[in-house]
């Protein structure tokens, strides 16, 4: 959802191959905070990461999400 224009709220983005979630964590006021959870394909945590500082979050993200957009599908 989104306040003025801005991201607020639950975010979810879900993997294209099966549709299981693959991301999900909050925006508040357009901005990346708390728990951020990323998944694996077959639905296990990846890995957690608690925001407090959006620039650093918007690096980490781009850094965790790379590998699955360029690695293809065996």
Known sequence: QYKDGKPDGA???YWQSNGRKWIE???KNGKKVG???FYNK???????HTIKDDNR???LIRALISPPLTTPNP
Request: hydrophobic fraction near 30%; avoid cysteine.
């Open 11 to 13: 975010y979810y983005y």
């Open 25 to 27: 964590g909050n925006f």
């Open 35 to 37: 728990i951020w959870i």
């Open 42 to 48: 077959d639905g296990t945590v990846s890995s957690r």
């Open 57 to 59: 979050a918007e690096q």
